[in-house]
């Protein structure tokens, strides 16, 4: 069974904060994905990698940068975080690149003062 | 961005009630997926649903994808509180997946 592993599942960080959340995946899958859950929006996608120390911006990928120095690792990075970015962020990996099936981690809370 | 529509927003039912859970685009999809997820998780695939008309069947659940590749339907059978959860449709196209807003369900002993 594919694992994605999220480091923290809650965080709760000052306005203007560097941020890093971070993912872990121990299937050995080229394509990882961040997005945001908000109530009424769904998920949306803010940056995906299909290759080490490649990326790809998403729908909203303001005020967020990525790193992808390893396979199994995808950083999140919110250079300086807002309250506007307070939400759920899921990690995900795939097998194969487009439209292929997610295998989601459990989540970070991320909340911002 | 392909827009999905997820309807209704909310579901809450009695155990043993039927239920059925649409999403709807005016675009066509390549394939589109199912996830369900449960609080404090991440959404866990159910199904992918890829020819116009298909139909799929996992234990009380039916999907189905219509004829046109531009909506699914998700119903439940017998619904039990197991089935509590937010459910997710994604469709796939321009080589990427967008997702609906979700369904939130509750099913009450």
């Known amino acids: 069974d594919v694992k994605v592993t999220q480091s923290s599942r809650y965080l709760v960080k000052r306005t203007g904060e560097k941020v890093f959340l971070e993912c872990v995946q121990d299937?050995?899958?080229?394509?990882m994905f961040w997005y945001r859950q908000d109530p009424g929006l769904g998920l949306r996608l803010i940056y995906f990698?299909?290759?080490?120390?490649?990326?790809e911006k998403g729908d909203i990928p303001e005020g967020y940068s990525v790193s992808r120095e390893k396979k199994e690792r995808f950083s999140l990075i919110l250079e300086s975080a807002s309250t506007n970015q307070t939400s759920m962020y899921l990690c995900?990996?795939?097998?194969?690149?487009?439209?292929?099936?997610?295998?989601f981690g459990n989540g970070t809370r991320l909340t911002v003062t | 961005t392909q827009l999905l529509e997820q309807s209704p927003q909310f579901l809450s039912i009695q155990e043993g009630e039927n239920l059925t859970v649409y999403c709807n685009s005016s675009?066509?999809?390549?394939?589109l997926q199912w996830y369900r997820q449960e609080p404090g998780e991440g959404p866990v695939l159910l199904v992918t649903?890829?020819?116009?008309?298909e139909v799929k069947k996992l234990k009380r659940l039916t999907f189905q994808f219509g004829d046109a590749r531009k909506d699914s339907s998700l119903h439940i059978t017998a619904a039990q509180p197991g089935d509590t959860g937010l459910y997710l449709c994604?469709?796939?196209?321009?080589?990427?997946?967008?997702f609906g807003a979700g369904t939130t369900v509750t099913v009450r002993a």
């Open positions: 675009s066509v999809f390549s394939s």
């Open positions: 990698s299909y290759d080490v120390k490649m990326k």
């Open positions: 995900a990996s795939s097998l194969y690149a487009g439209g292929s099936p997610l295998h």
């Open positions: 994604a469709g796939e196209g321009d080589y990427k997946l967008s």
């Open positions: 649903v890829v020819t116009g008309g």
């Open positions: 299937m050995d899958h080229e394509n």
